[in-house]
């Protein structure tokens, strides 16, 4: 009789720097398929589409080399894995757990052992979550309804706490790969078989009793007529200020898009969005803002490599964003909190555009979140050295930042 681990352990899968990249691109490439941003971005359930789909659970056994018919004779081979528990015998969810396992003995780095492992919980939240929202919700939900039943939660829901069901989830998965985390030293050790089987069942009751509640609260209220106009649905930032949370969603859904866009340069670096933006500058010509934009894509995808995406150096003066995907996020947030707070309208980009390049200009904003980008994008520009010009220094930092805001145009 095997255990558990032996039996995958014949598996002969082994984790390199290749894998681990090719992990983050799954999770990444899930995430911003079609409308998968804006529904991960949102409180609301089926509301907009998302599915896990046959390709996305071979991908999986694709990337370690191995195939689902190769793990499920690894489960023939444990006895202690009764196959008539669904959700405990299967093999896409179970190779899942074996990776959590495999982390620890192939990745010392313990920051790039954690990265790792949260993509992996990801990758297996995503497919119960998916599975259950349209178990649940079959033909999908009414928006107006939904947004009711989302209004109504309080903060002992996680989807209130967190304000999005792709944050919800990282939270469930930092919980799940904790070294403080109930299952950590069943992760570890991949044994006793019985606690490594209910790291599966737990993780798939969590999520479950999280959508089961909301599901059942939309019923009652599709029942009894209980709706609310989308556009009522608000909530409320640090400063008070009401946000639309379709807004939020979208921004979310930008802030997605424009990172999986800068770890390809070809689809980054836009030559006719250049020039527009670099005509705004006449220190930058196009091509010096295309040859910034290309090294800025070559380091963030070093960055994934390294999973420094969402690095943020810490100094005397504030924060500094060295992270691609923690810069870009600051860039896409703090203007647009900016432009609300500041009643200019969202839709009106000529507008936005305008007031936008203004505030960045100005050296009299003293604003924290902004001065923070302003810094953030200032070295970068001194770290690559293309040029020694200081008036040249601070239209390339301007010229920058401002090409995502018109990239992100695209999303508003």
């Known amino acids: 009789m095997a255990t558990i681990a032996q039996a995958f352990s014949q598996l002969g899968i082994a984790i390199d720097?290749?894998?681990?990249?090719?992990?983050?691109?799954?999770?990444?490439?899930?995430?911003?398929?079609?409308?998968?941003?804006?529904?991960?971005?949102?409180?609301?359930?089926?509301?907009?589409?998302?599915?896990?789909?046959?390709?996305?659970?071979?991908?999986?056994?694709?990337?370690?080399?191995?195939?689902?018919?190769?793990?499920?004779?690894?489960?023939?081979?444990?006895?202690?894995?009764?196959?008539?528990?669904k959700v405990a015998s299967d093999p896409f969810n179970l190779l899942c757990v074996w990776l959590l396992h495999l982390a620890v003995i192939y990745?010392?780095?313990?920051?790039?052992?954690?990265?790792?492992?949260?993509?992996?919980?990801k990758y297996l939240h995503y497919r119960f979550f998916t599975s259950l929202v349209k178990h649940h919700l079959p033909h999908g939900a009414n928006e107006s309804v939904m947004t009711a039943v989302v209004n109504s939660l309080t903060r002992k829901f996680d989807i209130v706490?967190?304000?999005?069901?792709?944050?919800?989830?990282?939270?469930?998965?930092?919980?799940?790969?904790?070294?403080?985390?109930?299952?950590?030293?069943?992760?570890?050790?991949?044994?006793?078989?019985?606690?490594?089987?209910?790291?599966?069942?737990?993780?798939?009751?969590?999520?479950?009793?999280?959508?089961?509640?909301?599901?059942?609260?939309?019923?009652?209220?599709?029942?009894?007529?209980?709706?609310?106009?989308s556009?009522?649905?608000?909530?409320?930032?640090?400063?008070?200020?009401?946000?639309?949370?379709?807004?939020?969603?979208?921004?979310?859904?930008a802030i997605t898009n424009m990172t999986v866009e800068i770890l390809n340069l070809h689809q980054f670096v836009e030559r006719q969005s250049a020039t527009e933006v670099a005509g705004q500058f006449p220190a930058v010509s196009?091509?010096?803002?295309?040859?910034?934009?290309?090294?800025?894509?070559?380091?963030?995808t070093s960055q994934t490599k390294n999973h420094e995406l969402d690095?943020?150096?810490?100094?005397?003066?504030?924060?500094?964003?060295i992270g691609a995907r923690a810069l870009i996020t600051a860039i896409i947030q703090n203007s647009f909190r900016y432009c609300l707070a500041n009643k200019i309208p969202i839709t009106n980009k000529s507008q936005v555009w305008t007031q936008l390049k203004n505030l960045y200009s100005s050296s009299r904003v003293m604003t924290p979140e902004i001065l923070a980008i302003k810094q953030s994008v200032g070295y970068f520009v001194e770290s690559i050295g293309r040029t020694s010009r200081e008036s040249t220094k601070a239209s390339l930092r301007l010229a920058l930042i401002m090409y995502v805001l018109y990239r992100c145009f695209r999303y508003i």
Request: neutral net charge.
């Open 161 to 229: 706490i967190y304000k999005s069901w792709r944050k919800t989830i990282e939270a469930r998965c930092l919980d799940l790969i904790s070294k403080e985390g109930l299952h950590y030293h069943t992760i570890e050790t991949a044994s006793p078989d019985a606690k490594l089987l209910y790291v599966l069942s737990d993780t798939q009751t969590r999520i479950r009793d999280k959508i089961n509640t909301i599901c059942e609260l939309y019923y009652q209220y599709h029942k009894q007529g209980i709706t609310i106009g």
């Open 107 to 121: 990745i010392q780095n313990e920051r790039v052992r954690e990265r790792f492992q949260l993509n992996v919980a």
């Open 17 to 85: 720097d290749k894998k681990i990249l090719e992990m983050e691109k799954l999770v990444i490439g899930f995430e911003t398929r079609h409308t998968h941003a804006i529904a991960l971005g949102s409180q609301s359930l089926g509301v907009h589409p998302i599915a896990f789909i046959d390709a996305d659970r071979a991908a999986l056994f694709d990337v370690f080399q191995t195939s689902e018919s190769r793990v499920r004779e690894s489960i023939r081979q444990a006895p202690n894995i009764n196959i008539t528990h």
């Open 286 to 300: 196009p091509s010096m803002l295309c040859t910034v934009l290309a090294e800025w894509s070559t380091l963030a």
């Open 311 to 321: 690095f943020v150096k810490k100094t005397p003066d504030g924060e500094i964003y």
């Open 231 to 253: 556009r009522a649905a608000t909530d409320t930032d640090l400063e008070g200020e009401k946000i639309v949370v379709a807004k939020n969603s979208i921004f979310d859904t």
